[in-house]
């Protein structure tokens, strides 16, 4: 199963980052940590025309959390807000190729998206109340 | 002396646990600083009660309940015994260590901590010695001063002495006696004569040493001694608080109900005498109890022995690891100086990742921060995987563990 988990892209990930690092003058700036590992998550976003124009993510953890936060930024880049704002725990868990994990490991693996929904309703909680309410209500990641 | 082959396999074979196969491999189970195993006789200690004499302690007067309030009352006497406290009256019973903890910040701190005044820990405390003091702190607007660790996790006792000498406000020193995260010993006893030079009084956390370390209260003179059953073969759910009777008499109740009272009128109450001002309600009677047999079980090896058999496999685990490239081991590098607990890091492998690999392998190591996250800081490091070793621990299982280190070696292509 190790075998299963630790991928050649998982691996390429989490050496490698993609889109690793700060954005000045973001629209939002959200953290979140992991206090089962320590594992923590930054993700500046920016906001153009109801478009993530760019994100980026910093932090520091296990190869499944940094891994995945990676391909989480490739998946929304330049995405309308609208369809980041409803992707599911499946649909990252089947990007990375982790659909067996185990409870404790599948917070590792979900961390970036969490953040990254934080990161949405804060964004909407100042222009759209309404959807920021509903986002938090049905994303089942707080 | 430590403990022959014959005889660690003779302890295994008491522990139904270590009969299990995960994924396949026989366990090995190395994260003993968190939890250690149970022999079959705490296990059956407690079925046995629940079994024939399930009953509330203290209180009713047919026999049942007289051979619990005995059988738990016992176990008392026992822990009195085996850290060498002047009277069963010094033991208090709580959930932890944490619980232990949290009481003497919650009964003694309040009354004795001012506007101003000082506690002092150091930075490898364990979260459950640095957060109710943080609270307490900002109550009192009182500070805390960490010791500083030096690269091994040593503490300098010459920055304590002269804080002593120079800083007339400290109200208190607390500190661990072994770190969970390094495994380091401090030189405790040095520490203690060193504060009461200066009228100061002294808790021990003593979670990881106390079931590993022979600990004499009366020798080490400490005013508070915290720490837990669960860690020493026992159940969960039971924490001891050692404190000095004189202590214990001035201090206030922490949590307050049945059974801590002796009359309870409209406007006041007055409290029961020791220990039982301190244990509120029903307590946890069975695992109490169940934990009289993993004291027997102890006393049995011996505490000089458990020393040893830890000693052993430490430096061999050492050695082996030592071997390993892309490895870095944490900790004071001379034996007498820690515990049968080693952190490490290997190579840029989480230790999440690591651990999720040598689970496939049938071992369970400990990975994270440790509940230390002062310590991380310090370290520069925001983890480490830990194993950490007991009486029924082998070599055999140190070299299943360093081959499975091998096996993730290969897998992250280090």
């Known amino acids: ?142 | 002396m430590q403990l022959s082959e014959l005889e660690t396999n003779k302890i295994r074979n008491d522990f139904p646990i270590l009969t299990r196969k995960i994924n396949g491999k026989p366990f090995v189970y190395l994260d003993n600083a968190s939890t250690t195993q149970k022999p079959s006789s705490v296990i059956n200690k407690i079925v046995n009660y629940y079994s024939f004499y399930n009953s509330n302690i203290h209180r009713a007067v047919y026999d049942i309940a007289e051979e619990a309030t005995n059988a738990y009352e016992l176990t008392r006497l026992k822990i009195s015994k085996f850290i060498n406290a002047s009277s069963p009256q010094e033991i208090i019973f709580t959930r932890n260590a944490t619980e232990a903890i949290n009481l003497v910040a919650y009964s003694w701190g309040r009354k004795n901590i001012q506007k101003g005044d000082v506690i002092i820990l150091s930075e490898q405390e364990h979260h459950s010695n640095i957060v109710p003091w943080q609270i307490l702190a900002k109550e009192k607007n009182a500070q805390l001063k960490y010791l500083k660790i030096g690269e091994t996790g040593n503490l300098n006792l010459n920055e304590l002495e002269s804080s002593l000498d120079d800083n007339k406000n400290i109200k208190l020193i607390s500190l661990s006696h072994m770190s969970n995260a390094l495994g380091n010993i401090i030189p405790i006893d040095k520490i203690i004569d060193l504060a009461h030079i200066h009228s100061i009084p002294v808790l021990v956390d003593g979670a990881q040493s106390v079931p590993h370390l022979k600990t004499d209260v009366r020798t080490l003179d400490c005013d508070f001694l915290a720490f837990s059953a669960h860690k020493m073969l026992g159940p969960t759910g039971v924490g001891i608080l050692y404190a000095k009777k004189n202590l214990l008499q001035e201090m206030d109740p922490f949590i307050c109900g049945g059974d801590m009272i002796k009359e309870v009128h409209k406007e006041n109450t007055f409290f029961n005498d020791l220990p039982y001002k301190f244990e509120a309600g029903t307590p946890n009677i069975a695992d109490v109890i169940g934990f009289s047999s993993a004291l027997d079980y102890l006393n049995e090896i011996g505490m000089d022995n458990v020393r040893n058999h830890e000693i052993e496999l430490t430096k061999y685990a050492l050695e082996k690891m030592s071997e390993l490239k892309h490895i870095k081991v944490y900790g004071d590098a001379n034996l007498q100086n820690r515990g049968g607990i080693i952190s490490f890091n290997l190579g840029d492998i989480h230790p999440h990742d690591l651990a999720t690999i040598l689970n496939e392998h049938g071992i369970a190591i400990r990975s994270g921060h440790h509940c230390a996250q002062v310590l991380m800081e310090k370290l520069e490091v925001s983890a480490t995987s830990r194993v950490s070793f007991y009486i029924y621990n082998t070599k055999e299982e140190i070299n299943i563990f360093i081959s499975a280190l091998g096996e993730a070696i290969k897998l992250f292509q280090l």
Do not use: W
């Not at chain 1, 990930?13 to 930054?42: E, F, M, T």
């Not at chain 1, 994990?101 to 309404?130: H, N, Q």
């Open chain 1, 1 to 142: 199963m190790s075998d299963d988990i630790y991928r050649e892209i998982i691996l390429d990930h989490y050496r490698n980052p993609r889109n690793k690092g700060k954005i000045d003058n973001a629209d939002v700036v959200i953290h979140d940590s992991n206090p089962l590992c320590g594992d923590q998550i930054d993700i500046y976003l920016k906001v153009v025309g109801g478009q993530i124009k760019d994100i980026k993510f910093d932090g520091k953890g296990c190869a499944i959390s940094q891994a995945s936060a990676s391909m989480l930024t490739e998946m929304v880049m330049d995405k309308p807000l609208t369809k980041a704002k409803d992707i599911s725990k499946d649909e990252v868990l089947e990007n990375i190729g982790l659909t067996n994990l185990g409870p404790a490991r599948i917070k590792c693996a979900l961390l970036s998206l969490k953040v990254l929904k934080m990161g949405m309703v804060k964004y909407y909680s100042d222009k759209e109340p309404t959807t920021a309410e509903k986002m938090e209500k049905d994303s089942n990641l707080f």
